[in-house]
């Protein structure tokens, strides 16, 4: 597509500034929807619309109607047109080139159909969200009823959007505001240490296992060196008997050396 | 034909109940991300952190209040965030059935107040951290009584300030003195 479109064209509408506007369902559409979910007593089929996504999402789709999800047993079929199509999925951030083949996806879906927004991307954007060539999310150029956010959704939360499109469960997530209350305080972790024993332990844990593991090891060294009634090594011992993790026995042990490094001073 | 059918009831049925019965994700399954805003300071390093913008951190100066915001639908659940938060007050939970009709419950929201400056008044940094930075000075051995927590609660330039006066007076660079 090259150029603006003309902003008459109401098949891709803009507003004066160039960006899509999203298409409208008629009222008449929107109930027909509800009587179509209402009482669908049969199959319903799934077309993919990929909008410029890496990929990721699509085979997460195919994970889920593989066998050990089997998203047919409920009779969720992917077709391959989309006027075979009750649901559109609709992936990726839409690119700018992509965005008129969305549109014509759309409208070439009979009549009531969903759409559903899959993935990060199809959401809002998700890592591409302020690239100069996506629109950001496809409820930027339709009308969408689901959105299923995760990069990509796993097959289990995909079978979960599904049966939410099909108002088989009830949406379980609710959008949440805390506030700080007066008498908050944040907790130091590990008082009992001190805090550059602390950071020494948990940087080396983090040097040999890596950042999210060696957090959680250097936790569960700083717990049971500041939990316990026994010596150090007496308690090192007991953990790593039986340990099965060659990897995680040697972090402990070095973890255990420098500690016993500080309290021999 | 019938070794057909051992082989298929000795290979089981390898289909998940779900969603007709809770599915068991693996151990280290990075779900939705889960703050304890109890525990959070409000510090920003998620923020810095988040690959895909999902966490962002807005300051209302007028308010007195930062509003901290997860946006569920942008979250590539990475795990950074939970990485670099310094207090454990987010993390990945086993949460995966996160798909909403309506988009706006996809967004977390909690909002802190800002400390005002004890000199000039002017809001430089969350109240909780000034608290949290005391804690941690406490544990790192200096002892810090609660009576000194306008010096914590002073601004960098107003910190800057009195410690020039200070060691003015110390010197005795007083005006006298100069001339
Ligand atoms: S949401 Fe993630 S996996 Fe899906 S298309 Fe976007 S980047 Fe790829
Ligand atoms: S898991 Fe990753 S993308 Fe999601 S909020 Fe945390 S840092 Fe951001
Ligand atoms: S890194 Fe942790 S303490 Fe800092 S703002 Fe994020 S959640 Fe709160």
């Known amino acids: 597509m090259n150029g603006p479109l003309p902003l008459s064209n109401p098949m891709a509408p803009r507003d004066e500034r160039g960006m899509p506007v999203p298409l409208t369902e008629s009222e008449h559409i929107a109930a027909l929807k509800g009587k179509l979910l209402k009482d669908i007593q049969r199959s319903a089929y799934v077309y993919r619309v990929d909008c410029g996504g890496c990929n990721g999402c699509e085979i997460e789709i195919f994970a889920a109607i593989t066998p050990v999800f089997d998203a047919e047993r409920f009779g969720i079929k992917v077709v391959a047109s989309p006027r075979h199509a009750d649901i559109l999925l609709f992936t990726g951030a839409v690119t700018r080139a992509m965005r008129m083949p969305a549109l014509r996806a759309w409208q070439a879906a009979p009549d009531p159909k969903i759409s559903v927004s899959y993935g990060a991307c199809g959401c809002s954007g998700g890592i591409f969200h302020d690239l100069y060539c996506v629109w950001g999310g496809s409820d930027k150029i339709v009308p969408v009823d689901v959105y299923i956010p995760g990069c990509p959704p796993t097959p289990a939360a995909t079978l979960y959007g599904f049966a939410m499109a099909l108002g088989l469960l009830d949406q379980k997530l609710k959008g949440t505001h805390q506030i700080e209350g007066e008498a908050d305080r944040a907790v130091v972790a590990h008082p009992a240490i001190a805090l550059d024993v602390r950071v020494e332990i948990e940087r080396e844990a983090r040097r040999l296992a890596g950042y999210r593991a060696g957090r959680l090891i250097a936790d569960e060294f700083l717990t049971l060196a500041s939990e316990t009634d026994l010596t150090l090594d007496e308690c090192m011992k007991r953990r790593l008997s039986g340990e099965e993790d060659p990897r995680l026995a040697e972090i402990l042990t070095r973890l255990w050396d420098i500690g016993a490094g500080v309290a021999r001073g | ?179």
Request: hydrophobic share 40%; net charge neutral; proline share 6%.
């Open chain 2, 1 to 179: 034909m019938l070794k057909l059918f051992k082989i298929i009831a000795d290979a089981g049925e390898a289909t998940a109940k779900y969603p007709f019965a809770p599915f068991p994700v693996s151990p280290g399954f990075r779900g939705k991300p889960e703050l304890n805003a109890a525990q959070c300071i409000a510090c920003a390093a998620c923020t810095t952190a988040c690959p895909a913008n999902a966490l962002t951190m807005g300051n209302d100066t007028a308010d007195g209040t930062r509003t901290w915001q997860l946006n569920l639908g942008r979250c590539i659940f990475c795990g950074r965030c939970e990485e670099v938060c310094p207090t454990h007050a987010i993390v990945l939970t086993p949460e995966f059935e996160l798909a909403v009709a309506n988009k706006a419950d996809l967004l977390q929201k909690a909002t802190f107040r800002l400390q005002q400056c004890e000199q000039c008044g002017q809001p430089f940094a969350p109240a909780k951290e000034i608290g949290y930075v005391m804690d941690l000075l406490r544990q790192s051995g200096v002892a810090v009584d609660e009576a000194r927590r306008a010096e914590f609660a002073s601004c960098p330039a107003c910190k800057r300030k009195a410690t020039v006066t200070r060691d003015a007076v110390s010197q005795h660079l007083s005006q006298e003195a100069e001339q």
